[in-house]
């Protein structure tokens, strides 16, 4: 990569991070360039020359907050001893913990994707990305007799399904707790699988 190009994948990941941290304090919707400009000490034209628009900028930084996202659920897939060590590693990783940024992201995210065909797009080739992974174990866990599942790619829709609503409910609602996430995770995802309810706790 010659230092010109280097010089400008540098620069908007620069942006890119200084608007995750607007995203952090403002949301999604309500992050405006001018703040991001201001929280780099640069013009506005000059995020504009890297992101031709607001909604540009924004579907970009999700998608670099959710790679990151996506890569440490990969990692951990990769290094599990077994199928189920996988599944146990990636269930604890892709719960909310802490003050959850990367979920309140991906909440906003969902509802900006009902009108923003960016955000749309990066949202469903992410969520296709982090299924494909499950799947993966899951498929690992049948062949190997770990699991029993009749159909894992409707499981893992099932599963995936059950962790975002649950996670809704636990971050927006305030109907859900942590530990109550965590119990029925674990004995739905033991009823589509086959397995002890305990292991996944």
Do not use: N
Request: proline share 2%.
């Amino acid at each position: 990569m010659s230092g010109r190009r280097r010089s400008v994948a540098l620069r908007r990941e620069e942006i890119l991070d200084a608007t995750l941290a607007v995203v952090g304090r403002e949301g999604l919707a309500a992050t405006r360039v001018s703040d991001v400009a201001a929280a780099l000490g640069v013009s506005s034209a000059l995020v504009f020359y890297h992101f031709r628009t607001k909604d540009a900028l924004v579907a970009a930084a999700f998608a670099h907050a959710a790679e990151r996202d996506l890569a440490r659920l990969e990692d951990v897939a990769a290094g599990g001893r077994d199928p189920l060590d996988r599944l146990q590693r990636m269930l604890r990783l892709y719960g909310p913990t802490g003050s959850a940024p990367g979920w309140r992201i991906w909440i906003d995210a969902w509802a900006l994707a009902q009108r923003e065909r960016e955000i749309h797009t990066v949202l469903r080739r992410m969520d296709q990305r982090w299924c494909a992974v499950l799947r993966e174990v899951v498929e690992a866990g049948v062949t190997e007799g770990t699991f029993r599942c009749a159909d894992p790619a409707a499981s893992v829709t099932r599963i995936s399904a059950l962790v975002d609503g649950l996670s809704v409910a636990t971050l927006v609602y305030r109907s859900v707790t942590r530990t109550q996430l965590r119990r029925w995770v674990a004995d739905a995802v033991a009823r589509e699988l086959g397995v002890d309810p305990q292991v996944l706790v």
